[in-house]
């Protein structure tokens, strides 16, 4: 017997699957601009599972925490997870 699941274990077909992810990337000073991808890179391919098994994807995350210096909105990190999915991901500014 498992002592956990893995994503072999459920059926994903027309589910909504919402997926938490820890994408803060370092952030050039000035620009705001990502400098490392890193984090978002290492996502793909949970990203690409779920999305294989057919499943409607919500993907939930923050850039660092509000008065910071690095927080921003993840409207850049959507545009390089489209380009690292080679599919795209659709920006929500704010829910």
Known sequence: MKDFHT???FNFKDKTVL??????CPLDKGTL?????????RVVPTI????????????LAHQSRKGKWDFTSLEQHSQRLSKH???PVKYVDDV
């Open 33 to 41: 601009e990502i400098i490392i991808d890193s984090r978002l890179r």
């Open 48 to 59: 690409r599972e779920l999305i294989g098994k057919q499943a409607k994807l919500v993907i």
């Open 19 to 24: 997926l938490r992810v820890d994408i803060n």
């Open 7 to 9: 994503l072999e274990d």
């Open 85 to 87: 999915l080679n599919s």
